[in-house]
């Protein structure tokens, strides 16, 4: 196999999923008055989280999309943070609630991502959400958007999990707890590994699929790949590179180079799992827009 058939391409098959998604509004369109609307709040001046808004913005208005955007002070206290939440939950036009993590340290983020409206949930961390996501039979009213990705990624490059042995490095809640029920439920024998496993290599040496969402650049070392292996890696990290402009480069949680040897699938940093999190935000935005206005099937 080539390397250009090794790498998934991450951009492409979300440009695809865009495409798609797009169609669906239109057709929305013809069976409802109303458009689907995304509320975003900000809190601080922080310049990578304004990035993230934007971006999300952009992708809003290219689909039609109504974003509706809160750019609230540093100092703002908890109990006005909480009314905003309450304003969109109440407010019918608002199909799906974003609180843009993180928050200022004295806010509770916990108490805040509480608040949101479990059918206005599209970032699915909500403890309804997460809690049916991770009982058998129950189906979660919205999947946090990075995992959800990852499966899109996963199928959409012609790899069957059910029956696979799946490993995910990093136990978060934001990515490597909820992809690991992602992947139970879609058959796969799944092994988490954390800071306290003993042998992280061993374990990943004997995966079908290698989940990499752990936070530490380029962690994931070739020699622990078995043939055939499929590789997602979720980190995005920066490492200084004096050859670069700007001083440093991008890598993911896995030496890329090194896996890519072994690998039969594997995701590139940037441009892998990346632009799949807006794209599913936007995707959960219109399915909350159809649920909550009872629309069940498309013309």
């Known amino acids: 196999m080539s390397r250009k058939d090794k790498i998934i391409?991450?951009?492409?098959?979300?440009?695809?999923?865009?495409?798609?998604?797009?169609?669906?509004?239109?057709?929305?369109?013809?069976?409802?008055?109303?458009?689907?609307?995304?509320?975003?709040?900000?809190?601080?001046?922080?310049?990578?989280?304004?990035?993230?808004?934007?971006?999300?913005?952009?992708?809003?208005?290219?689909?039609?999309?109504?974003?509706?955007?809160?750019?609230?002070?540093?100092?703002?206290s908890q109990e006005e943070?909480?009314?905003?939440?309450?304003?969109?939950?109440?407010?019918?036009?608002?199909?799906?609630?974003?609180?843009?993590?993180?928050?200022?340290?004295?806010?509770?983020?916990?108490?805040?991502?509480?608040?949101?409206?479990?059918?206005?949930?599209?970032?699915?961390?909500?403890?309804?959400?997460?809690?049916?996501?991770?009982?058998?039979?129950r189906d979660p009213l919205f999947v946090p958007c990075t995992p959800k990705g990852c499966i899109e990624l996963i199928k959409r490059s012609g790899v069957n999990i059910s029956g696979k042995k799946a490993v995910i490095v990093g136990r978060s809640n934001?990515?490597?707890?909820?992809?690991?029920?992602?992947?139970?439920?879609?058959?796969?024998?799944?092994?988490?590994?954390?800071?306290?496993?003993?042998?992280i290599a061993k374990e990943v040496k004997d995966a079908d699929i290698v989940i990499a969402a752990l936070g530490a650049p380029e962690f994931v070392k070739g020699d622990w790949i078995k043939k055939g292996a499929v590789i997602i890696d979720v980190g995005i990290n920066a490492v200084p590179d004096k050859t670069k402009k700007r001083g440093y480069r991008l890598v993911g949680d896995v030496d890329f180079e090194g896996c890519l040897k072994n690998a039969s699938k594997i995701t590139p940093v940037p441009g892998g799992v990346g632009p799949q999190t807006i794209i599913q935000l936007m995707k959960s935005t219109v399915e909350g827009f159809k649920r909550q206005n009872g629309i069940k099937k498309l013309l």
Not at 37 to 54: E, T
Not at 88 to 98: D, F, M, R
Not at 177 to 196: D, M, Q
């Open 174 to 199: 934001i990515v490597g707890l909820p992809i690991s029920f992602l992947l139970l439920h879609e058959n796969a024998t799944i092994t988490v590994c954390h800071s306290r496993t003993k042998d």
């Open 81 to 137: 943070l909480l009314q905003v939440v309450t304003e969109y939950n109440n407010n019918p036009e608002v199909n799906g609630i974003l609180v843009q993590l993180p928050l200022p340290k004295h806010i509770d983020e916990e108490t805040i991502l509480n608040a949101i409206s479990p059918e206005k949930d599209v970032d699915g961390f909500s403890p309804i959400n997460m809690g049916n996501l991770c009982m058998k039979g």
């Open 9 to 76: 391409d991450g951009k492409k098959i979300a440009s695809e999923i865009q495409e798609e998604l797009y169609s669906e509004i239109q057709v929305l369109k013809t069976v409802s008055p109303k458009k689907p609307g995304l509320a975003v709040i900000l809190v601080g001046n922080r310049k990578d989280s304004q990035a993230y808004v934007r971006m999300k913005k952009k992708m809003a208005r290219k689909l039609g999309i109504v974003d509706f955007e809160k750019n609230l002070p540093e100092n703002i």
